[in-house]
């Protein structure tokens, strides 16, 4: 750790000599109400508690989602088995805190802000809003900041080490090694030891995917797994640009990257010059961003997916604008995480579109975080009548740790339903005050019949009607299922 920190010098003040160490406590400071808020918003990071708490307790491997995040559902096991929610959201805090002192280090003595940039990266949303939360971003993000520190300090082979490594935790990110192989060409690295870097990170990816690949019998039935799952996201060509546009823009927030377009085109010249001279850094840059923007366009979800381009548009933001605008862009960037200016307004079922500013993601997160944890306790103590079926949408995060449900085994009439059979985290829970009120993921049309047929009165919670009829592929009003809604008291 002691090549990380510079030394203090003398006439420096004491925010120069401890600013590592203050941005450190910052983060820290302004992550703890996180801890305590669940698992996350998202239901994926509910998926990961639950298949950790599974592998902890039966010491079988049962990935959280295909195609499978191995070293992340593991290493959380331990932590998830020792404190739950608390201890793995600490754990992400952890290895945000170390992605923090790989990024000064990267920037310290290579940046002309680097003090801004260290603002910059921990203050951005996206980074802030993921580093407290049981999910893979951040830990990803943490193995491809020190493939980069690596790469630049001309040590590819430990770089391909921590490529594979990054992968090991969130597959796709395998393809920073585009960038950092580009870099180590420009850089005329020996091709041996190129070569090498991918071997090491092909080696290490293969290796920590292999309980995955165990688990289905093979890479082929691994891969047709995974593309079955992934069948139901589909997009037109329409919506995928839409996607991707929206999602894009708001991953810094219009404000931000208008900033940063007014910016790099008022010091065009500068942008010019640096492409033009085919600098390694900026060109590395530039393909690492145009990289992940485009798997990105392929599947645009999250904004989270786009974490790994946020050093590196950083970095080029460092070479191409004024230290001016590089300062303001970093502070509405910032406040973007705190209040953001939105087209957009969702509700559980529908968008509403319209000019509006509300809470930024940051906030969004926390409100979100804590309203899910109300809408657990709401919604399985409801009084339904007995011998009901509550729908609650796919993921764990309805009936995993909830005290009001217990899990049961899906016998008799439940036996063989496809929700229950297609994953092995899939659970069948019943509420404790009245076992013969019963809650699934979700049942198919024919299904939903059958338990109609059989005496059952078939609920749907709010949050999941849209995921029922857009995904499952019926109208709830034409099988006569009542929708369920939480609302704010």
Known sequence: MATLVRSGRSGESFLQRHLLELTLAAVVLTRIPFLFAGY????????????????????????????????????????????????SNAATLVAALCCVVVWWNIVRTRANSPVVLLIAFTGAPVFWQHSAVTLDYVWSLLFILL???????????????????????????????????????????????????????????????????????????WIEHTRWEMSDISFTARQRIEAFLYRSTYFFGPLAGGLLLIGMFRER???????????????????????????????????????????????????????????????????????????VKRTDERKEFGLMVHAGMVLEEFHNRFRLLREREYFSSYPYPSRSIVMTGGGSAFWFENDRLVLIEPGGEFQGLQSLASSALHRLAAQQRDPSVVFLPYLFAEELRTMQRLGYTVFCLGRAKPFIEHTIGYRLEDHGVSVVRYEEK
Do not use: Q
């Open 269 to 343: 010249k500068r942008v010019v010059h640096e492409i033009r001279s085919l600098d390694a850094r900026t060109m590395t840059s530039l393909t690492a961003i145009i990289t992940f923007l485009l798997l990105f366009l392929w599947i645009p979800l999250e904004r989270a997916y786009l974490l790994p381009i946020l050093p590196f548009v950083l970095l080029l933001a460092d070479a191409f604008l004024s230290k001016t605008a590089l300062a303001a862009f970093t502070l509405v960037l910032v406040l973007h995480g705190l209040l953001s200016l939105d087209v």
């Open 40 to 87: 996350g918003s998202d239901p994926d990071a509910w998926l990961v508690g639950s298949a950790a708490s599974a592998l902890w307790h039966s010491g079988t491997y049962v990935e959280s989602r295909l195609p499978g995040y191995p070293l992340h559902e593991m290493l959380m096991a331990p932590a998830v088995g020792w404190g739950g929610s608390i201890l």
């Open 147 to 221: 493939a980069l520190l690596l790469s630049l300090e001309r040590r590819v082979v430990w770089a391909g080490m921590m490529i594979g490594l990054a992968a090991g935790f969130r597959l796709p990110n395998l393809l920073i090694i585009l960038p950092l192989v580009a870099y180590a060409i420009a850089e005329k690295v020996e091709w041996k030891k190129i070569l090498l870097c991918c071997a090491v990170a092909g080696a290490v990816v293969a290796l920590a995917f292999l309980p995955v690949i165990m688990r289905y019998g093979g890479v082929i039935e």
